[in-house]
């Protein structure tokens, strides 16, 4: 199988190949999931620790019954409570984990690039549950099987990426996913909330929802993350609403079947109009969150996977 | 239908200053020509001076908040009777215009009360105290004619910055008033030699072009459509001069009293001459005169700033800035005709053409199709102007007093006489 990654940090080191896997893996738990019985021993004997630097509710939780699922001996870490108040360093907490010998790490924090440098200083497997505006890989990987399982396909989809981009980790992961399964992605947003250097990536960007949503396949709406802003991104909730937020108005600009798509949590009236969230003729919303739980499953197994035959190379040792 | 018969025919667009006659079908001029009129009613110019109305950006109407300085009806009525037929408001009221509420109130007063056409600006940021963007979308749509923090600069380049790039998407025009505001805080007078004879507060006049400079950086940054409401000083203009070589879509504009007065005209503490920013240096002025004359600078503005006698009867720091000018605009230009230092036409192209241009508007010429927004005016007749005769609630005028030349015969909105001289 197609998976040669020690950690999951990003899209971006994932080859397209490496990307069907998972999705292809991750298809099998989605039926698994679906049974009374949903156990499975890939995890087995594992020990997988969830640290989360930021509050998270619907990640941790997706990750934690994935393990479970899996087998895995799950234990969550609020690190916002613990040792960071007293003073302690990223790595020095990292070496302090690590010397507890977990075999998988899932780490969600505030800074860019936080994440990768915990990898460097850990011998097990680290998947990344979002740090600060950079990646958030599982998110992009559970959206693309979304599309998939909905459209069909995952190439020449025209998508459109909507609302605040710039302090999106979501977005960043999904344009780059999105972009190597060879779509044609938009973004769609005020120009103070789209950073306009994503075009030199391949991106169209819009400041006009009716534009940007004309003749897609795919509709992705984004939370405006008031708790990242500093102030004065846009004049107010309710002119953004007006301008930006997904009404049955702007969405008939797009294709008759385009699908709805949005990470949560949703602000209501603020990004999107709550009848178009909840019309299940449009909305994936909810199958959004059912693959969660499947991706991170097969993320999980998967590089459980690698690292099982790593240490056997190792005759067993850990590194 | 009316003929203007025997008209000595201002216009800005082709520059032209000709005997000749114009004829005006309803609220649009028809035609015009140079031979014999064709026949029908008839107003016969007797050789005076007729050209498009005068619009005026950034006019002060004290309403809501300070009626008593000024309204709707008494601005209008200083409007028509200087030649004015369209004002342009500035938000800089109490409270700020900042709600697409408030303008809709402004609207509705200006729609009934004022005798002259009236466009509204909404400030930039909220309050006007350059912290947050205010709903620029949902204030176009409410019939914002451009936006601006009047006085107050956004001193937080990044609140500016996103306040520029949000408005450029909205295809918004917005106006600065270039100024390094903690150099000028407190300023009452330029520096130079007679503020420190006075021991006057002053700024430097290099603030002007530091903020000019931020500014044009950021209208390279965000490709925003951008007026600047106040260009006053000499070593402002190279700046300026560069920002418009480079391509940017930026225009200028001055004051008339900055054109017609200078920092010496304050004399002894004479308030009703403090305008903000302060009267220059007369090197400073006349370099403003050939500005306007090249082209580099844009638009002539009243900057008419309406201040009732308790807030300019006060020291000199204390008192309020600002200066009517509706009525007196005209025949304070004309002064610099009278010098020859601007054609007729120049100075229309700056106080109407270049104005409703920068606004879209169709008036400010004299083609055919555009609206018969017309002023009448005697450029030669003498008077001495008594500030007590002035149609605006307050009078606070520089010139009372002063010798002035050129009289408004008639002034038309629509083809509608709304003023007779």
């Given at each position: 199988?197609?998976?040669?990654?020690?950690?999951?940090?990003?899209?971006?080191?994932?080859?397209?190949?490496?990307?069907?896997?998972?999705?292809?893996?991750?298809?099998?738990?989605?039926?698994?999931?679906?049974?009374?019985?949903?156990?499975?021993?890939?995890?087995?004997?594992?020990?997988?620790?969830?640290?989360?630097?930021?509050?998270?509710?619907?990640?941790?939780?997706?990750?934690?019954?994935?393990?479970?699922?899996?087998?895995?001996?799950?234990?969550?870490?609020?690190?916002?409570?613990?040792?960071?108040?007293?003073?302690?360093?990223?790595?020095?907490?990292?070496?302090?984990?690590?010397?507890?010998?977990?075999?998988?790490?899932?780490?969600?924090?505030?800074?860019?690039?936080?994440?990768?440098?915990?990898?460097?200083?850990?011998?097990?497997?680290?998947?990344?549950?979002?740090?600060?505006?950079?990646?958030?890989?599982?998110?992009?990987?559970?959206?693309?099987?979304?599309?998939?399982?909905?459209?069909?396909?995952?190439?020449?989809?025209?998508?459109?990426?909507?609302?605040?981009?710039?302090?999106?980790?979501?977005?960043?992961?999904?344009?780059?996913?999105?972009?190597?399964?060879?779509?044609?992605?938009?973004?769609?947003?005020?120009?103070?909330?789209?950073?306009?250097?994503?075009?030199?990536?391949?991106?169209?960007?819009?400041?006009?929802?009716?534009?940007?949503?004309?003749?897609?396949?795919?509709?992705?709406?984004?939370?405006?993350?008031?708790e990242r802003m500093d102030g004065g991104f846009i004049p107010s909730e309710r002119e953004y609403f007006y301008r930006y937020g997904l009404d049955a108005d702007?969405?008939?600009?797009?294709?008759?079947?385009?699908?709805?798509?949005?990470?949560?949590?949703?602000?209501?009236?603020?990004?999107?109009?709550?009848?178009?969230?909840?019309?299940?003729?449009?909305?994936?919303?909810?199958?959004?969150?059912?693959?969660?739980?499947?991706?991170?499953?097969?993320?999980?197994?998967?590089?459980?996977?690698?690292?099982?035959?790593?240490?056997?190379?190792?005759?067993?040792?850990?590194? | 239908?009316?003929?203007?018969?025997?008209?000595?025919?201002?216009?800005?667009?082709?520059?032209?200053?000709?005997?000749?006659?114009?004829?005006?079908?309803?609220?649009?001029?028809?035609?015009?020509?140079t031979g014999t009129p064709p026949m029908g009613e008839s107003i016969d110019c007797g050789g005076k001076c007729l050209a498009p109305g005068i619009v005026d950006?950034?006019?002060?109407?004290?309403?809501?908040?300070?009626?008593?300085?000024?309204?709707?009806?008494?601005?209008?009525?200083?409007?028509?009777?200087?030649?004015?037929?369209?004002?342009?408001?500035?938000?800089?009221?109490?409270?700020?215009?900042?709600?697409?509420?408030?303008?809709?109130?402004?609207?509705?007063?200006?729609?009934?009360?004022?005798?002259?056409?009236?466009?509204?600006?909404?400030?930039?940021?909220?309050?006007?105290?350059?912290?947050?963007?205010?709903?620029?979308?949902?204030?176009?749509?409410?019939?914002?004619?451009?936006?601006?923090?009047?006085?107050?600069?956004?001193?937080?380049?990044?609140?500016?910055?996103?306040?520029?790039?949000?408005?450029?998407?909205?295809?918004?025009?917005?106006?600065?008033?270039?100024?390094?505001?903690?150099?000028?805080?407190?300023?009452?007078?330029?520096?130079?030699?007679?503020?420190?004879?006075?021991?006057?507060?002053?700024?430097?006049?290099?603030?002007?072009?530091?903020?000019?400079?931020?500014?044009?950086?950021?209208?390279?940054?965000?490709?925003?459509?951008?007026?600047?409401?106040?260009?006053?000083?000499?070593?402002?203009?190279?700046?300026?001069?560069?920002?418009?070589?480079?391509?940017?879509?930026?225009?200028?504009?001055?004051?008339?009293?900055?054109?017609?007065?200078?920092?010496?005209?304050?004399?002894?503490?004479?308030?009703?001459?403090?305008?903000?920013?302060?009267?220059?240096?007369?090197?400073?002025?006349?370099?403003?005169?050939?500005?306007?004359?090249?082209?580099?600078?844009?638009?002539?503005?009243?900057?008419?700033?309406?201040?009732?006698?308790?807030?300019?009867?006060?020291?000199?720091?204390?008192?309020?800035?600002?200066?009517?000018?509706?009525?007196?605009?005209?025949?304070?230009?004309?002064?610099?005709?009278?010098?020859?230092?601007?054609?007729?036409?120049?100075?229309?192209?700056?106080?109407?053409?270049?104005?409703?241009?920068?606004?879209?508007?169709?008036?400010?010429?004299?083609?055919?199709?555009?609206?018969?927004?017309?002023?009448?005016?005697?450029?030669?007749?003498?008077?001495?102007?008594?500030?007590?005769?002035?149609?605006?609630?307050?009078?606070?005028?520089?010139?009372?007093?002063?010798?002035?030349?050129?009289?408004?015969?008639?002034?038309?909105?629509?083809?509608?006489?709304?003023?007779?001289?």
């Amino acid at each position: 199988m197609a998976f040669r990654q020690k950690h999951l940090l990003g899209i971006e080191p994932l080859h397209p190949e490496e990307i069907k896997t998972v999705l292809d893996v991750a298809d099998t738990y989605v039926d698994l999931n679906r049974q009374s019985n949903k156990h499975s021993d890939a995890l087995k004997g594992l020990t997988q620790i969830n640290m989360f630097f930021e509050n998270s509710t619907r990640t941790q939780a997706s990750f934690e019954l994935a393990g479970k699922r899996l087998g895995a001996d799950v234990m969550n870490m609020a690190m916002q409570a613990s040792s960071i108040k007293k003073g302690e360093t990223l790595i020095d907490t990292a070496l302090t984990l690590n010397a507890m010998h977990p075999d998988l790490l899932v780490v969600r924090h505030p800074h860019s690039g936080a994440v990768d440098l915990l990898a460097q200083k850990v011998n097990c497997a680290v998947l990344n549950a979002g740090d600060g505006k950079h990646e958030h890989p599982t998110q992009a990987l559970l959206d693309a099987l979304t599309i998939r399982r909905a459209k069909g396909r995952l190439h020449r989809l025209n998508i459109a990426i909507c609302g605040d981009i710039t302090h999106s980790r979501v977005a960043r992961s999904n344009l780059i996913l999105l972009g190597k399964m060879e779509n044609r992605v938009r973004l769609v947003g005020p120009p103070t909330l789209v950073p306009q250097q994503f075009r030199e990536f391949g991106c169209e960007i819009y400041d006009d929802m009716a534009e940007g949503l004309k003749d897609v396949d795919v509709v992705m709406m984004l939370r405006l993350q008031k708790e990242r802003m500093d102030g004065g991104f846009i004049p107010s909730e309710r002119e953004y609403f007006y301008r930006y937020g997904l009404d049955a108005d702007k969405l008939a600009h797009a294709k008759p079947d385009a699908i709805v798509m949005h990470p949560g949590p949703m602000n209501r009236g603020v990004e999107i109009d709550g009848t178009i969230a909840d019309d299940i003729n449009r909305s994936v919303i909810q199958e959004q969150v059912e693959m969660g739980v499947a991706v991170r499953m097969a993320a999980m197994d998967l590089l459980a996977r690698n690292l099982k035959a790593e240490r056997e190379a190792n005759n067993g040792v850990m590194v | 239908m009316t003929i203007f018969t025997n008209a000595r025919l201002i216009d800005p667009e082709t520059q032209t200053d000709e005997i000749g006659w114009l004829r005006v079908e309803g609220p649009t001029i028809a035609e015009r020509g140079t031979g014999t009129p064709p026949m029908g009613e008839s107003i016969d110019c007797g050789g005076k001076c007729l050209a498009p109305g005068i619009v005026d950006l950034g006019v002060k109407v004290s309403e809501p908040g300070e009626r008593h300085k000024e309204s709707f009806a008494s601005a209008g009525r200083a409007a028509a009777a200087g030649g004015v037929t369209t004002i342009v408001t500035r938000p800089d009221t109490i409270n700020a215009i900042d709600t697409p509420e408030v303008l809709e109130f402004v609207r509705r007063r200006a729609a009934t009360d004022a005798i002259v056409k009236v466009k509204h600006m909404s400030a930039l940021t909220k309050g006007r105290d350059g912290r947050e963007m205010v709903e620029i979308g949902f204030m176009l749509d409410a019939g914002a004619a451009a936006f601006t923090d009047c006085d107050h600069v956004v001193t937080d380049t990044k609140v500016l910055q996103r306040a520029l790039t949000y408005a450029k998407s909205c295809g918004a025009l917005v106006i600065g008033h270039p100024q390094e505001p903690t150099l000028s805080k407190g300023a009452a007078a330029t520096s130079g030699k007679f503020a420190a004879l006075r021991g006057l507060p002053s700024v430097s006049p290099m603030a002007e072009r530091m903020g000019l400079d931020r500014d044009l950086a950021l209208v390279e940054m965000t490709g925003v459509r951008y007026h600047f409401d106040q260009v006053t000083t000499a070593r402002a203009l190279p700046a300026l001069e560069r920002g418009k070589a480079n391509g940017f879509d930026i225009t200028a504009g001055v004051s008339i009293h900055h054109l017609t007065l200078n920092e010496l005209d304050v004399g002894d503490y004479r308030t009703f001459f403090k305008v903000k920013p302060p009267l220059r240096a007369e090197e400073d002025r006349l370099a403003m005169v050939d500005a306007v004359a090249s082209g580099l600078i844009d638009i002539i503005c009243s900057m008419h700033t309406p201040q009732d006698e308790e807030s300019k009867r006060l020291p000199f720091e204390e008192a309020a800035s600002g200066a009517v000018a509706l009525e007196t605009m005209l025949p304070a230009a004309l002064r610099l005709y009278h010098a020859g230092q601007l054609t007729l036409p120049e100075l229309f192209r700056a106080m109407a053409l270049n104005p409703a241009k920068r606004l879209g508007l169709n008036s400010g010429r004299l083609s055919d199709g555009a609206p018969a927004d017309l002023v009448l005016f005697d450029p030669d007749a003498p008077f001495v102007l008594d500030r007590f005769a002035l149609r605006s609630k307050s009078k606070n005028t520089p010139f009372d007093g002063a010798r002035m030349q050129g009289k408004i015969k008639g002034t038309w909105v629509d083809g509608l006489r709304v003023y007779e001289g």
